[in-house]
């Protein structure tokens, strides 16, 4: 990827670049990137291709900037079946977000058959039109290929994303932090209104029954709700060849002067993310 990296590796440190500012506040880096650094650094030392990554969680608490960062590793169980691993992020020392993980061994289904919600029907990336408007995939942050609805705007939503970034700096993007990069999208695609975006995540949590077979992943918000401030949102996720699995994410009420996505002016304006 010709795009400059949200990270570069210096020693055991990743150093952030300007590529992964917030658009909530320039001074701090986008929450996505913190969920795909963390995603990416276990499924690097503990991964591996008997396992299956079928479940990360992520709590942010805290906002990082700019300054070095470093992450740490636990393994909490390391059997036959499953692994659980546990993850933190420190910026400048301090601890700002922690993640869980759990490794499932890759078998073979039981026999039988369970009623599973029909695949979304939506065309491939290829055959979807690139859109042309400043705010599509975050001025840059992502490829984007819209397929129904947007934010801003009510009604059901559908989009494929691409990564268009390395994580860290010449360490190629696997299906599974490809998918732990984006997952931070579920929470601007389920909870953004006809008001803008006025919610900020404070985790995420990725299901996967599959890794992603291309660099397209699908979002379709299936949830939202909002009680006291408190909104929860979900999206199933696809790749090309049908569901992968599930982004779901808790968020705080944001009051801000200005929305981060503001309320449209017209269907094309209304592209963004959250953090």
Request: charged share 20%; glycine share 10%; aromatic share 8%.
């Amino acid at each position: 990827m010709k795009n400059e990296p949200f990270f570069t590796a210096d020693g055991d440190r990743f150093l952030p670049t300007s590529a992964g500012r917030s658009p909530w506040d320039p001074k701090f880096m986008h929450g996505r990137i913190v969920i795909g650094l963390l995603g990416q650094e276990i499924e690097r030392r503990h991964g591996g291709p008997d396992y299956m990554p079928s479940r990360l969680t992520v709590d942010m608490y805290r906002l990082p900037d700019f300054s070095p960062v470093e992450v740490t590793t636990r393994i909490v169980r390391d059997g036959k079946r499953i692994k659980v691993i546990d993850a933190e992020f420190f910026s400048n020392g301090v601890s700002m977000a922690r993640a869980t993980s759990q490794l499932l061994l890759r078998t073979e289904n039981p026999p039988g058959k369970v009623w599973t919600p029909p695949d979304w029907a939506a065309p491939r990336p290829a055959d979807v039109s690139k859109p042309d408007h400043p705010q599509a995939g975050m001025n840059g942050m992502w490829a984007v290929r819209p397929i129904e609805g947007a934010m801003g705007t009510l009604g059901p939503r559908k989009i494929w994303i691409s990564e268009v970034r390395e994580i860290v700096g010449g360490v190629p993007l696997t299906p599974f932090s490809r998918v732990a990069a984006s997952a931070d999208f579920a929470s601007p695609f389920a909870n953004a209104g006809d008001a803008g975006l006025r919610y900020i995540n404070s985790d995420v949590t990725i299901y996967l029954h599959r890794q992603p077979v291309t660099e397209w992943i699908g979002y379709e918000v299936t949830d939202h709700g909002a009680t006291d401030g408190v909104a929860i949102g979900e999206c199933r996720l696809y790749d090309e060849q049908g569901h992968i699995g599930t982004s779901s994410v808790t968020a705080l009420a944001q009051r801000v002067s200005t929305s981060v996505v503001p309320p449209p002016k017209a269907p094309a304006e209304n592209m963004a993310m959250s953090k």
